[in-house]
Structure formats: structure tokens, C-alpha cells
């Protein structure tokens, strides 16, 4: 039974950062690129960043770039994704997904980030 389980969302006030975790188990973690996505009030899914299945290189849209990081261990089967100098727009819930721009096989049942002083 393939899961993705999110973890680490909450409140966090503008300026302060969160670490998101995503938990895989069911299927070879090691083989696939994976992605983080979002999903905030009233709008569409945005993709966020994606790693390569070695962790050899990394994408993020520009509206994170240079304050989110994202990072897997394939030992642990876990994706993480740091989030440092929040801003209110990053308010959403943050999805972990098995796949990039060729597809997504995989989706976990996302996380909430609220971004609020």
C-alpha cells in the first residue's frame, strides 16, 4: 500500500521558518524524482520544487526560491522541505507528490501552513 505522509505544518509567524517532512513507504522512494506542491484558499494546485530521485539536483518556482529548500534522504524515505523566511502568501496546504514533470504517481494527503502574526 503506497503512502506519502505529510508532516511539520503549522502556524508560523512572517519571517520564521518551518521544516516539512513527507514520509514514503510502498513503493522504491530511491527511483522516483519527487515534488513538493500547494494548494492555498480559492486558488489552483502551484508547484512548488522537485529533487531528482538521487537528490542530484533541485527546481523551485520563483515565488520560493532562495527560501525554500528542498532535500531527501533515501535511506529514511523521506522528503523534507525547509521553509525559512515565511511570508502571509505562503499560507496553503503543502502536498508531497512521487513524480515531476512527467507525471505524479503518487500524492500524500497534505500538511497546512498558516503564515499569520
Known amino acids: 500500500q503506497v503512502q506519502l505522509v505529510e508532516s511539520g505544518g503549522g502556524l508560523a509567524q512572517p519571517g520564521g521558518s518551518l521544516r516539512l517532512s513527507c514520509a514514503a513507504s510502498?513503493?522504491?522512494?530511491?527511483?522516483?524524482?519527487m515534488s513538493w506542491a500547494r494548494q492555498a484558499p480559492g486558488k489552483g494546485l502551484e508547484w512548488v520544487s522537485g529533487i531528482y530521485s538521487d537528490g542530484s539536483d533541485t527546481y523551485y518556482a520563483d515565488s520560493v526560491k532562495g527560501r525554500f529548500t528542498i532535500s531527501r534522504d533515501n535511506a529514511k524515505n523521506t522528503l523534507y522541505l525547509q521553509m525559512n523566511s515565511l511570508k502571509p502568501e505562503d499560507t496553503a496546504r503543502y502536498y508531497c507528490?512521487?513524480?515531476?514533470?512527467?507525471?505524479?504517481?503518487?500524492w500524500g494527503q497534505g500538511t497546512q501552513v498558516t503564515v499569520s502574526s
Open positions: 507528490a512521487a513524480g515531476w514533470a512527467g507525471g505524479y504517481d503518487y
Open positions: 510502498g513503493f522504491t522512494f530511491s527511483t522516483y524524482a
